[in-house]
C-alpha cells in the first residue's frame, strides 16, 4: 500500500481512538484492512475502572474480529492500523496471527513493542515476517494522547513515562 492508503486508513483510527477519548478512554484505535476494505477495528476500553484491564486493547480487540472471519482471508495481505505503537503484549499477538504489516501513528516511548530485537526472540516470534511503518498522521495522534494526558480526571498512566513523553513533545 501506498502512503496515501496509510493515512486513509490511519485516519478511521485515528476516529475511532477521538470516540474512545471522548469516553475518557485512552485514545488507541485500530483498524485492519485487506484488499481495499476494513475487516476489523477496536477501541481500547476499560482505562477507567478502578483497576484498569490491561488486556481490552485496541489491537487485540480488533484481532478476535480477524479470527472470526469467515472466510478467512490471507493474513499476510492484511494491514493493522493503530494510533500507538502496539505493545509488546499486542505486538507478539499480531506476529503470531500472521498480520503482514503493522502501521502506527505515535510511538510509545514507555511500552512500545515494535522496536525490540527480534532475534533474540524464540522462533514463533522471530521468525515471523512483518513490515512496520510508523509515523503516520503521528501528529494528530499526538494531539489527542496531549489532551488525555491534560485532562486532570483520567488516571490511566498519568504520572507516566509515556505521559511525560507525550506533554513534552510539540505538537
Known sequence: MTLPDHETYMQLALA???R???KDEFPVGCVVAHAGRVVARGERINTQ????SEL???EILALRQVEALDPAPDRDGMVLYATLEPCLMCYGAILISGIGTVVYAYEDAMGGGTRCNRTLLPA???DNPINVVPGVCRRQSLVLFQDYFRRPHTAYW?????AEYTLDQPN
Open 56 to 58: 481490552d486493547h485496541a
Open 49 to 52: 475502572k478502578s483497576v484498569p
Open 16 to 18: 475511532i481512538a477521538r
Open 158 to 162: 498519568n504520572d507516566s513515562l509515556l
Open 124 to 126: 514463533l516470534y522471530r
Open 20 to 22: 474512545a477519548l471522548d
